[in-house]
T-cell receptor, first 116, second 115 residues
Framework: AQTVTQSQPEMSVQEAETVTLSCTYDTSESNYYLFWYKQPPSRQMILVIRQEAYKQQNATENRFSVNFQKAAKSFSLKISDSQLGDTAMYFC?????????????FGEGTQLTVNP | NAGVTQTPKFQVLKTGQSMTLQCAQDMNHNSMYWYRQDPGMGLRLIYYSASEGTTDKGEVPNGYNVSRLNKREFSLRLESAAPSQTSVYFCASERQTSSYNSPLHFGNGTRLTVT
């Protein structure tokens, strides 16, 4: 079974600064996906970024980028130029690639607060 | 484009009551999922349906039943609600092929309180 660990329950950052959220995972699989989801106070789950394990290049989406270290089983999220709207709970998630029902395993979440 | 629609948004039940949470997606996705979210525990999978006509247990299935009514709809039923089922419930859907897994698309959740 896969496990996902987010060791930072809460973090805060000043507006316009950069923050990095940590995530580690444990798996024996070689073919899988990793995700970061954002959950603002509205409760909606919003996909931030996705990484495929077979790709060595780190994924980027505008101000969001990841540092994917496959050997270390580490998948951190870097948010640049933080904005007030980035305040949310962030979840790291692992998905084994399957053709019949992919099951996401989530970490416990990191509550990020962006301060003005 | 509505995406994944869950009803109701909020519900309060007394212990022992039953109810069904409804979920529908309009993206022609083949796989659908039910998760529950509890503080400090992330989201945990209750049941999933890889395709119309099939359902399987996830990590925390006890006390729940599901029905994949058709390709669009996947309902979650609590037959006899317990306070431990107080949670936020999310439905999600995904398009899968033999070579591709799309990211999960989530509904906006149902906050359920069992007293």
């Amino acid at each position: 079974a896969q496990t996902v660990t987010q060791s930072q329950p809460e973090m805060s950052v000043q507006e316009a600064e950069t923050v990095t959220l940590s995530c580690t995972y444990d798996t024996s699989e070689s073919n899988y996906y990793l995700f970061w989801y954002k959950q603002p106070p509205s409760r909606q789950m919003i996909l931030v970024i996705r990484q495929e394990a077979y790709k060595q290049q780190n994924a980027t989406e505008n101000r969001f980028s990841v540092n994917f270290q496959k050997a270390a089983k580490s998948f951190s999220l870097k948010i640049s130029d933080s904005q007030l709207g980035d305040t949310a709970m962030y979840f790291c998630a692992f998905m084994k690639r399957e053709t019949s029902g992919s099951r996401l395993t989530f970490g416990e979440g990191t509550q990020l607060t962006v301060n003005p | 484009n509505a995406g994944v629609t869950q009803t109701p948004k909020f519900q309060v039940l007394k212990t022992g009551q039953s109810m069904t949470l409804q979920c529908a997606q309009d993206m022609n996705h083949n796989s659908m999922y039910w998760y529950r979210q509890d503080p400090g525990m992330g989201l945990r999978l209750i049941y999933y349906s890889a395709s119309e006509g099939t359902t399987d247990k996830g990590e925390v299935p006890n006390g729940y039943n599901v029905s994949r009514l058709n390709k669009r709809e996947f309902s979650l039923r609590l037959e006899s609600a317990a306070p431990s089922q107080t949670s936020v419930y999310f439905c999600a859907s995904e398009r899968q092929t033999s070579s591709y897994n799309s990211p999960l698309h989530f509904g906006n959740g149902t906050r359920l309180t069992v007293t």
